[in-house]
């Protein structure tokens, strides 16, 4: 347990740390051991961090965090509170760096691994995950399916937490035992400046393909966001997938070293005598000039992709290339990655996650290699997100399928029939995709219309255990609706 901080100690920090100074307004004894954003978590020891925000402004809320027995703000302006003020330019900005201070700086302790991209970032910190274990280190895991401490799963917020979130998890594990970890980095994680004070033993970029425009204001701007992660800053060296313009782009204006990796060679880092099947697929790894045989348990030509960033960017940190091999051949699956539902039917089912153009190709080309007979596809696209990907996705749907229907995702505040709506627009027939809205019919409709040696995708949702709707979120799992349509076919 870190001893507790001054106000400061923190000033000093975020000065050194950042490219603006901090100074402190008014006096008092602080000891600080904590620190929130939030104004309900604030009581003593806790700085309270007024950050503005696209709703509220959290220097409107000081008062009342000082109120609450909070010792100390962080603020953009001097306000009115009698506890010493932490005055920076942006507080968003000085966040992560006051609370990595705060809590002893976890990762000089903790050796973590970042992965960033618009596809296979969840994937491959599983994969990360397994390779830290067999080289015998208690780990971590941060990202869009769960978070996990020590191998026991905590409730988590989001992709990436908010940045005192963040450095109290990161204290957590450390506190817990943990050595290494994993983190999916998302655009909006870096944007935000919720990584701020998080040091990467290395990091990984994977691709870039259109996503998010919902928040960014463009790709260039979505690409700006993921490059800060390959800076001095974060971490001292990246792998960086470079069979994409962006990801080229990055490995020539990386401020780190990097080592380039390319599935179609001349690279620091490829892949040759590649073997995909049902059950997953073996390859040659070839990584800064060592060779050796990797195996893993994950179907699909990008999944080889993954694997091989995964080896690289282990390996990059210190993991010798046969523990990390050997790692990999480990993991069995990932929740909600062409994850297979089975109950002894004669043709495939495979859920997955695949919510980009992409990344929807990518999966139905994977089911493609498998398949006997059709490729089905279900797919939808997500309400009150990025809305120029609908057309690209139901396009990319049709593409790869046999048969696709499209129908609702998380439709969340907009109407399902106007997403479909968008989505139908991108075809050049709307005749060549069925439009099923109702999601549990749709997969139903899936699962009765295939036949001995199909491939049925059910793509968008992946580990998701639930459908967000205009009044709130109800029970819905891609993977118990099929076992249950299924259920029924076999019953019929």
């Known amino acids: 347990m870190p001893e507790p901080s001054t106000p400061a100690d923190i000033a000093t920090a975020i000065s050194r740390r950042t490219a603006g100074a901090a100074r402190i307004v008014g006096h008092g004894v602080a000891a600080i051991t904590d620190v929130t954003h939030d104004s309900r978590q604030a009581g003593p020891g806790v700085l309270f961090a007024a950050r503005p925000g696209a709703v509220s402004d959290g220097h409107d809320f000081a008062a009342a965090a000082v109120a609450a027995g909070s010792p100390a703000v962080l603020v953009e302006r001097v306000l009115d509170v009698a506890v010493p003020q932490i005055v920076v330019d942006d507080v968003a900005e000085a966040l992560g760096h006051a609370a990595a201070v705060v809590h002893g700086d976890p990762t000089d302790d903790i050796a973590v691994l970042g992965v960033t991209g618009t596809n296979g970032k969840t994937t491959t910190t599983y994969l990360l995950d397994a390779v ?50 994993s983190m999916e980095v998302s655009s909006h994680g870096l944007a935000l400046g919720r990584l701020n004070g998080v040091r990467f033993a290395a990091a990984l970029f994977t691709n870039l393909s259109q996503d998010h425009l919902d928040f960014h204001a463009d790709m260039e701007d979505y690409f700006r966001a993921k490059a800060r992660l390959f800076t001095p800053g974060f971490t001292p060296i990246g792998v960086v997938t470079v069979d994409d313009p962006w990801g080229a782009r990055l490995a020539e204006r990386a401020d780190v070293e990097v080592w380039t990796l390319s599935r179609r060679g001349g690279a620091d880092v490829t892949a040759t005598d590649v073997v995909t099947t049902a059950e997953g697929a073996t390859f040659t790894a ?82 493609r290699g498998v398949a006997e007979g059709r490729v089905i596809v279900v797919i939808g696209c997500g309400g009150d997100r990025d809305a120029a990907k609908r057309p690209l996705m139901a396009r990319a749907a049709v593409a790869g399928a046999d048969v696709a229907i499209l129908t609702s995702d998380n439709p969340r505040s907009e109407d399902p029939e106007a997403i479909l709506d968008d989505m139908v627009a991108g075809l050049a027939d709307p005749s060549a995709a069925r439009r099923i809205t109702d999601r549990a019919e749709a997969i139903a409709a899936a699962v009765g219309d295939a036949r001995p040696g199909d491939v049925v995708v059910i793509a968008g949702k992946g580990h998701e255990p639930y459908q967000e709707l205009a009044d709130g979120r109800i029970d819905f799992d891609d993977r118990l609706v099929a076992r249950a349509a299924l259920a029924g076919r076999v019953g019929r």
């Open 132 to 181: 830290w274990r067999a080289a015998g280190h208690v780990t971590g895991l941060i990202g869009t399916v769960e978070t996990r401490v020590a191998g026991t799963a905590v409730p988590g917020i989001r992709t990436t937490p908010e940045a005192s979130d963040t450095q109290r998890l990161l204290a957590r594990m450390r506190r817990e035992g943990v050595t290494a970890a």
């Open 286 to 367: 070839d990584v800064r000039g060592s060779r050796l045989a990797v195996r893993i348990a994950l179907p699909g030509d990008y999944n080889v992709t993954n694997a091989l960033g995964a080896l690289a960017t282990a390996h990059a940190a210190g993991v010798p290339l046969d523990v990390a091999a050997e790692g990999l051949a480990t993991l069995p699956g990932v929740p909600g990655r062409m994850e297979r539902v089975d109950v002894g039917q004669p043709f495939g089912v495979l859920v997955d996650y695949a919510h980009s153009p992409d990344s929807v190709a990518g999966v139905l080309a994977a089911a």
